[in-house]
């Protein structure tokens, strides 16, 4: 059915000079033409449709040059309009009957009362002649006059703008052209309006034709008495001129609608509403007043008391709505204030990003209230204590931001000015974790967990207590976006650690341990060396709590190991139970994937050195092959609900760390040397041979 509407588009656009002049002149042709009856319902019908169609489009219209052939259009539906009047007068003189629309619409209107029927008729007629249609031609010829009145100077800002650069020729070309379309439709709405008031004076002339000539010709001709014609072409007559002067009526009031629009850029429905309900004290004053009529004993109670009751709740609405934006507007220029002062006497910073940001859309500022005692300043604050105590790394200060680019419920994250995390959290919702079956059996938006990337749902607050009663783990919004921030502190912690951070552990730690720092800085280790110690230590999530521990180590082996890589081997060896007791399971062992020893022996043997560190040199096709291994045997580990590690030898530990780095970023490589005697190992799979 799509296709066959698409094929009949494809075909009008292709001939539509054609059909378009075919139809004009088949307008002429019902002039002279005789129409059957039902060959008539249905061009009255289609008439009647295309008056609404009209009327539509004008509403839905931002500026009159997006209807530019309305003018043409007034004077071919005006001449399709009296075609129709002429052959169903040709009907209702020649044969009594003028088909089953104007037969409906006569009784319908008339009812037993043809007299009735005259009286809507005429003032239809007056309506649109005296109101509607004289209006709209009053204002077609005030703005042509004013229009080509404005063009001279229009024309000459145009030219000014272009000759300052402001715009190029091409938008200096179109603008002159929106000028003239405008001017030249103006002066044909100007011209066009006289056609509605001929077509509603031609109205009224062929109605008294029908009713006269059809009662003289029935009287005189079918011998009929004179009351019979009379209440027979009464109602015909009626039923006519309804027809023909309903899509007349919606025509005019289109051709109004569309000369009276001022162009802000919206279709008439958004501007109307977004004016009448931009002030709630005028609803909720017109509510008191229509309260105060329904109580007056002569007037209606009931009518004016609903209509108050909902004027003044639309206004309660919307005046509660404006303090809601006002408090938001207010935040926001809290915010925008407290990073102004920030900023007072920092001159020299304005240029520099900060290690770690959080900008957040403008629905996520009432987080920030200082009012509250849960806001999220004290929880950022709880969690960069909290990964201070896990990671031993100093986390600075987390600036918070507005950022009105954002939707209203996202956040950003951002290391040194860019962004390594997004999300969106509802703060009127709460979410849900999928218990691992993939399904839920509530009701809500579906998400992702973004600092996991678990699957799961947003749910009203209404669905709280079900989803409790049935086991979900219930998260709040706030605890959503911490823990995301949380996650990407840990991920970036290495990024985080620069010297200045490394000088302050250093300091805090020289206070009690003053001579392992003097021995091993400036002397055998710069600082800058230090540090690149312990960004590799942090860039795979071991924690450099023990500091002690790492310098004194250092301190041993730096004299004569002066390769990076190699030193934080050494330091991996000393903070053998610091690295295993995270992976250890609930019976104290450790899961691991061992390697075949002929992966072993291909790496050791093809490892380089570079710049970036030991890199294995292999072929594409045999790290395909191991990559397709290893994660056979991690996902026959998960399956069994085991997160598994991947041991090796310490020869090839850093070289194949390196080599999955990229497609298993979160699977840890340790090295047998890394493992405390007192430890089981438990062998959950092995990556096969290639």
């Not at 109101?131 to 005030?142: F, K, L, Y």
């Not at 004076?201 to 009662?215: D, M, Q, S």
């Not at 109004?256 to 958004?270: A, M, Q």
Request: with cysteine; proline share 4%.
């Amino acid at each position: 059915m799509t296709k066959l509407f698409n094929n009949v588009l494809n075909t009008f656009s292709k001939y539509t000079e054609a059909i378009i002049g075919f139809l004009v002149v088949g307008i002429i042709g019902i002039i002279i033409i005789p129409m059957p009856a039902m060959l008539l319902d249905f061009l009255l019908v289609s008439n009647i449709t295309i008056g609404i169609i009209i009327l539509l489009l004008t509403l839905s219209t931002k500026n009159v040059l997006e209807f530019s052939t309305f003018p043409t259009l007034l004077l071919i539906t005006t001449l399709f309009r009296l075609s129709l009047n002429i052959s169903s007068t040709r009907l209702i003189l020649s044969e009594g009957n003028a088909g089953n629309v104007i037969n409906a619409f006569g009784n319908f209107v008339t009812g037993n009362n043809y007299i009735v029927g005259a009286v809507i008729f005429l003032i239809i007629v007056i309506v649109q002649l005296v109101v509607i249609t004289n209006g709209a031609s009053r204002v077609s010829e005030v703005s042509a006059r004013f229009t080509l009145d404005a063009m001279p100077g229009k024309q000459m800002a145009i030219d000014a703008d272009l000759n300052t650069g402001l715009i190029d020729e091409q938008t200096a070309k179109q603008r002159r052209l929106s000028l003239q379309r405008e001017a030249d439709f103006y002066g044909a709405m100007d011209g066009a309006s006289k056609f509605v008031k001929g077509d509603a004076i031609a109205g009224i002339i062929i109605t008294v034709i029908n009713l006269v000539g059809g009662i003289l010709i029935f009287t005189l001709q079918h011998g009929i008495s004179a009351m019979e014609a009379l209440d027979r072409f009464g109602k015909l007559t009626i039923g006519d001129g309804l027809v023909s002067q309903i899509p007349a009526l919606l025509i005019s009031i289109s051709s109004g609608i569309l000369v009276t629009r001022s162009e802000d850029g919206n279709t008439f429905g958004k501007s109307l509403t977004s004016q009448i309900f931009s002030t709630p004290d005028v609803l909720m004053v017109s509510a008191v007043v229509l309260l105060v009529i329904s109580l007056v004993p002569a007037f209606p109670t009931i009518p004016f008391l609903l209509i108050s009751l909902l004027v003044g709740s639309a206004g309660y609405l919307l005046k509660q709505n404006e303090k809601e934006q006002a408090l938001i507007a207010t935040d926001m220029e809290n915010i925008q204030v407290a990073v102004e002062k920030s900023k007072e006497n920092e001159d020299f910073r304005v240029s520099q990003v900060e290690p770690i940001a959080l900008e957040i859309g403008y629905g996520l500022i009432p987080l920030v209230d200082e009012g509250k005692e849960e806001n999220l300043v004290n929880q950022i604050t709880a969690i960069r204590r909290q990964c201070s105590n896990e990671l031993g790394i100093i986390v600075n200060s987390i600036r918070i931001r507005d950022n009105l680019q954002l939707q209203p419920n996202d956040y950003v994250i951002k290391i040194k000015g860019n962004i390594v995390a997004s999300g969106s959290i509802y703060l009127n919702k709460y979410l849900v974790l999928d218990p691992g079956t993939g399904e839920f059996n509530l009701e809500g938006i579906p998400t992702k967990e973004p600092a996991f990337g678990i699957d799961a749902i947003w749910i009203d607050e209404n669905q709280k207590d079900k989803a409790e009663l049935e086991g979900y783990t219930i998260i709040e919004p706030s605890t959503i976006l911490v823990t995301h921030l949380k996650e990407v502190i840990k991920e970036h912690s290495h990024e985080l650690l620069g010297r200045q951070e490394v000088k302050q552990l250093l300091d805090s730690v020289k206070e009690k341990y003053d001579v392992v720092v003097d021995e091993l800085i400036p002397d055998i280790m710069t600082l800058g060396e230090v540090q690149k110690v312990l960004q590799g230590l942090l860039k795979e999530k071991v924690p450099i709590t023990d500091l002690v521990t790492i310098l004194e180590t250092l301190a041993d082996n730096a004299p004569m190991i002066k390769d990076t890589e190699m030193l934080i081997e050494q330091v991996r060896q000393a903070l053998k139970r610091t690295i295993t007791k995270s992976y250890l399971n609930s019976e104290g062992k450790l899961p691991v994937i061992t390697l075949h020893p002929s992966i072993e022996e291909i790496i050791s043997e093809n490892t380089q050195k570079t710049m970036s560190g030991s890199i294995p040199i292999l072929k594409p096709d045999v790290i395909n092959k191991i990559f397709d291994n290893l994660n056979k045997a991690i996902e026959k580990a998960q399956i069994r609900g085991i997160d598994p590690i991947i041991l090796t030898s310490p020869k090839i530990r850093v070289a194949f760390r390196n080599l999955i780095s990229y497609n298993f970023p979160n699977i840890p490589v340790i090295s047998i040397t890394e493992i405390p005697n007192e430890v089981e190992i438990e062998a959950v799979g092995m990556v096969e041979k290639i």
